[in-house]
């Protein structure tokens, strides 16, 4: 495919100054057929007539010789044409005209166009421009997906909702709201702190334009097939919160405390008291469970929300994000129903194929809300199925442990070091840079160092381990919670 890809670009480059009927007919005409499609394999037409030939594609593409149904429409400039307003609404007109769901534009650059649907009006997005230039590996994998003998629609519908979802979140970090969002998860990330955010932001120095169509977050793929929203009901909002199974049993945890505390992070910085939550449960179900009721938000950690910590089979605890905030819901009903499934959701156009993290509130989601409390209304209520909630106790602690827990996390100033000192893991004795606060840099990658002994701890099975970093790094032989403890001593006195 890169071949082929890298001899039209010769073509293109050896013929700029061509005309747009020799450049049909002596460039591309070839190079489609090279791709296995042209007009003597019958599944190509070419000046193909519309309305009395009123309206008339350059190409038009068919699969299994089926010319009631319209693959792909493709449109013709000639290489160095400036593409103009009347050109887009052109070959949106053929696709609408055709039912045709995929647009190609060949002209100084590759355009590829997808028939979405909103609110019951049909338009051609722009997936992706692409140019012309050789080893251009952009190019090689979209004609690799243009390849008949491997051509799957499915695939191609993919490949466009991807960028459409890809190019959402561009035009959002244009503007100032997104800018707030995409540094709140880089900070979130890479546990940066607060202070640190200015310093980051003169150093990526994104461009920031006014643009108020896309001043809310980005939609998911699901979104741009959805056709028929309808009005929310309630006051609260409405949820789609994502978990894995693998991480967390949540199911076992409302059987044995009616409720659960989750992080505010990412996607749930805002969930607010009264609000609904639907639980989808990634792996290995990849469907959604539970609704549940937040009834309370912004909690600071506290000791009463370790107990869940039994039902914590890999990564952090509640005790490893003490200073993180905290939302508490309770199950309302749970369902195991086959429509709720990820596959059955996504074959009918509402969800897309990796489901996230998404307020169900807005107004490109109300098709998917409505259909998952349509199909939550003859689920179980939660009093059958979770123990009602009980007020739950600490973890019995002795009384070193608990003084140990009552101190703040644990932060490179507390002892004297700053960005650019050197600290060594006491596995290996490797040594780490510090970056922030609590985190450190190795081999170009950023770690707290929690996670850093969980990649490099030499014991087996250390990854599914929690661990208190600062024992596990040294600064001039003494590990760093030795030098902080001594610190500390030396201020009581």
């Not at 979802?165 to 607060?194: A, C, D, V």
């Not at 009384?399 to 932060?411: G, H, I, L, N, V």
């Amino acid at each position: 495919m890169k071949q082929i890809w890298n001899t039209f670009c010769e073509e293109i480059s050896k013929n700029k100054g061509v005309k747009e009927m020799a450049f049909e007919k002596e460039i591309v005409k070839g190079f489609l057929q090279a791709l296995g499609w042209s007009r003597y394999d019958r599944n190509l037409e070419e000046q193909f007539g519309l309305y009395r030939r009123k309206w008339i594609p350059d190409f038009v593409f068919y699969l299994n010789n089926d010319k009631n149904v319209k693959e792909i429409i493709l449109e013709l400039k000639k290489p160095d044409h400036k593409q103009r307003k009347v050109d887009i609404e052109q070959i949106e007109a053929y696709m609408k005209l055709t039912d045709c769901r995929f647009g190609l534009y060949f002209g100084e650059k590759l355009e590829v166009f997808y028939l979405e649907e909103k609110d019951g009006k049909r338009s051609a997005a722009s997936v992706t421009t692409i140019d012309w230039t050789i080893d251009n590996e952009a190019g090689a994998n979209l004609i690799e997906l243009l390849d008949f003998k491997n051509y799957n629609r499915e695939k191609l519908e993919q490949f466009c909702l991807d960028h459409l979802y890809l190019n959402s979140f561009l035009n959002l970090w244009k503007t100032q709201r997104g800018q707030k969002h995409l540094y709140e998860g880089i900070m979130e990330y890479f546990m940066l702190p607060k202070e640190m955010l200015s310093s980051l932001q003169s150093r990526l120095k994104f461009t920031i334009v006014d643009n108020p169509e896309t001043e809310e977050k980005p939609t998911s793929p699901a979104a741009v097939i959805t056709t028929t929203p309808q009005v929310q009901s309630g006051k609260g909002n409405v949820w789609l919160i994502c978990y894995d199974s693998k991480f967390f049993k949540v199911e076992d945890c409302f059987k044995k405390y009616g409720q659960i505390y989750w992080t505010h992070k990412a996607g749930v910085l805002n969930v607010q008291k009264g609000d609904i939550a639907y639980l989808y449960a990634a792996r290995p179900e990849s469907a959604i469970r539970f609704k549940v009721e937040v009834i309370a938000s912004q909690l600071p950690y506290s000791p009463e929300m370790d107990v869940e910590d039994e039902f914590v089979t890999s990564g952090n605890t509640n005790s490893d994000d003490s200073g993180k905030t905290y939302f508490l819901v309770r199950p309302i009903a749970e369902t195991h129903s086959s429509a709720l499934k990820h596959e059955a959701m996504m074959s009918k156009g509402l969800m897309g194929k990796r489901p996230s993290t998404t307020k169900l509130s807005k107004e490109e989601f109300k098709s998917l809300r409505q259909y998952i409390e349509q199909h939550f209304d003859d689920a179980a209520p939660a009093e059958k199925l979770v123990a009602p909630a009980k007020k739950v106790k600490p973890k019995k602690q002795d009384k070193s442990k608990a003084k140990a827990d009552r101190r703040p996390p644990f932060k490179f100033s507390m002892i004297g070091l700053k960005p650019g000192d050197v600290v060594y893991f006491e596995h290996g004795d490797i040594p780490v840079t510090v970056v922030s606060e609590n985190t450190v840099a190795y081999d170009s990658e950023i770690y707290t160092l929690s996670r850093f002994c969980k990649h490099f701890m030499p014991d087996e099975g250390s990854k599914n381990r929690e661990y208190q970093g600062p024992a596990h790094f040294l600064y001039n032989g003494r590990t760093l919670d030795d030098i902080r403890k001594a610190k500390e001593k030396k201020m009581k006195k």
